[in-house]
């Protein structure tokens, strides 16, 4: 995308147009998709699995190894399809929506699969994994129980700790060359930043993605730019029947009340003064203009190509993982993770303990059985290592039983098919810092729980409306969100979207949904 505002945007023609063509070719995908995992919705020996992000670096070898095992092991094959994360949302819907034959997908309320359930989509897995011995020895019963949906499991859990943090990894070798060798808050963060404008030509001080745009100001529970929020982690997490629709607060004293009293996130002036925050800072030069474009691998090859100062994180021990890219083109770079909650670790944020990631099973064709079959070998060290770090000695060495060290630009995408907590490795380069708060990120007892943490809202009521929300949102919420559009005009131009699409009756749903959750927690 170019810097110029008015690119950085796609008129509504060509809006509708992109999306049409890309549900078209989806929609193909889709349909053709059941020659590769089965026949007739039979399972036929292939288990076909959906991931996002890029084909990982030296793939083939590693997949020939792993199919190599399972065959031996289990008697089939997997046949992992990769789609770039600017696409997968949409194209996975659509693969399920057209019964499509495959196995597994990575799902979350983030993206469908709030959907997924309520249209008979998935697989029930509850009382499903105990047979499953290695797996069922990896995953902790608390983050199981916490992630059932009204007492059913729809998913795995693909957690490494006990929650997640969006944050910040900055060049702490810059930090320390401006006199910030320790950046604890927000006002430090935001000279740092400022101070990179200034003083580094050609290095840009925040870069965001198609993905990590969605959380400057509002979404999830301690957004990037939301100043406010990061010196008052406890205002709650924002509610939506599905990942992909408009974020609403609940009441803050709806624990004491019985009133749930959703708004929607406009109607919060401290995620409003955020989005002011992102536009200066779209303005002033201090985040990317091309994030509403951008993949999440070429956002992060800004930061290791020493084109950036700073980059998205989050606390679950992976962001280090850039260090030895970064270091190629900058040798005496360094890292550190920064999380400038007011208070620190003391700060207890507000969190769900719903897992970000899910391993799903499709609901059609023979496919539990293998799936299952894939996860409990997966959950077993030496084949979790091989299919997450590469091959031993080529991709990667073993640094005592819980690091390693990289020998290759290999990187898969653990957290969408084979993160397991007991077996996670950090990298041996991994700063003192993100050990650190990674550490934090362990214990449930560093968190607040979110009064509506057990909420699951139905979408089935207001599906409809809820689908014209959700395209509201990508057409207007997004820009917003990377600081491409006015704030002022910005919202209104989502507000009568919205109103258009039926937000009334959604809001009400929600609300009317709030407080019979609300009733049945105090009556437990």
């Known amino acids: 995308m170019s810097p110029a505002r008015n690119d950085a945007l796609l008129s509504r023609r060509r809006f509708l147009t992109a999306t049409s063509l890309l549900g078209a070719t989806a929609l193909a995908a889709a349909c053709s998709s059941s020659s590769s995992g089965s026949s007739g919705g039979k399972f036929n020996g292939t288990l076909?699995?959906?991931?996002?992000?890029a084909i990982p670096t030296g793939w083939q070898p590693v997949l020939s190894e792993v199919n190599k095992r399972l065959k031996a092991d289990l008697g089939f094959q997997?046949?992992?399809q990769f789609t770039a994360w600017s696409n997968y949302g949409q194209q996975t819907l659509l693969k399920f929506t057209a019964g499509g034959n495959f196995g597994t997908a990575l799902q979350a309320r983030w993206l469908n699969m709030t959907q997924l359930v309520q249209d008979g989509s998935l697989a029930e897995l509850t009382g499903k994994l105990g047979a499953y011995k290695n797996l069922s020895a990896t995953i902790d019963p608390t983050a199981l129980?916490?992630?059932e949906w009204d007492g059913k499991l729809w998913g795995i859990p693909q957690v490494n700790s006990a929650a997640r943090l969006a944050h910040f990894a900055i060049r702490q070798d810059l930090a320390e060359k401006y006199g910030l060798s320790t950046i604890a808050d927000y006002d430090t963060l935001e000279k740092f930043w400022y101070d990179v404008k200034q003083r580094e030509s050609g290095v840009i001080p925040m870069t965001l993605n198609t993905g990590s745009v969605d959380q400057t100001a509002t979404f999830i529970s301690v957004p990037l730019f939301n100043r406010a929020f990061w010196e008052n982690p406890n205002f709650g997490v924002p509610q939506q029947?599905?990942?992909?629709s408009v974020s609403f607060y609940f009441a803050r004293d709806a624990a004491t009340t019985g009133s749930s009293n959703p708004i929607p996130f406009w109607e919060v002036p401290e995620v409003v003064d955020a989005f002011r925050r992102v536009?200066?800072?779209?303005?002033?030069?201090?985040?990317?203009?091309?994030?509403?474009?951008?993949?999440k691998a070429t956002e992060q090859s800004y930061f290791t190509s020493g084109k950036a100062a700073s980059t998205w994180a989050m606390t679950d021990g992976t962001s280090s993982a850039l260090l030895p890219n970064l270091r190629k083109a900058i040798p005496t770079a360094a890292m550190a993770n920064v999380v400038p909650l007011t208070g620190g670790k003391q700060a207890k944020p507000n969190q769900l303990f719903q897992a970000d990631n899910f391993v799903v099973v499709n609901g059609k064709g023979d496919n539990l059985t293998p799936a299952l079959q894939l996860q409990d070998w997966l959950s077993i060290k030496e084949n979790h290592d091989l299919l997450e770090y590469g091959l031993p000695d080529k991709d990667w060495k073993?640094?005592?039983?819980d690091q390693y060290e990289a020998l290759?630009?290999?990187a898969f995408p653990g957290y969408a098919l084979s993160w397991r907590a007991p077996l996670e490795r950090l990298a041996s380069y991994t700063t003192e810092t993100e050990k650190d708060w990674f550490a934090w990120a362990q214990d449930y007892d560093n968190f607040t729980t979110d009064t509506f943490a057990s909420f699951i809202p139905d979408v089935t009521p207001v599906k409809s409306q809820n689908t014209q929300l959700a395209a509201a949102m990508v057409r207007y919420s997004k820009p917003l969100s990377a600081g491409a559009v006015d704030v002022d005009k910005g919202l209104d131009d989502l507000k009568k979207a919205c109103q258009r699409a039926g937000l009334d009756k959604v809001q009400a749903e929600l609300a009317k949904q709030g407080d019979a959750y609300l009733k049945s927690v105090k009556k437990s």
């Open 48 to 53: 076909t699995v959906l991931l996002p992000d």
């Open 398 to 401: 073993a640094v005592g039983d």
């Open 241 to 244: 029947f599905t990942g992909e």
């Open 279 to 295: 536009l200066k800072y779209y303005q002033d030069g201090i985040v990317n203009h091309d994030a509403l474009n951008l993949d």
């Open 408 to 410: 290759s630009r290999y």
């Open 78 to 80: 997997i046949n992992p």
């Open 145 to 147: 129980k916490a992630n």
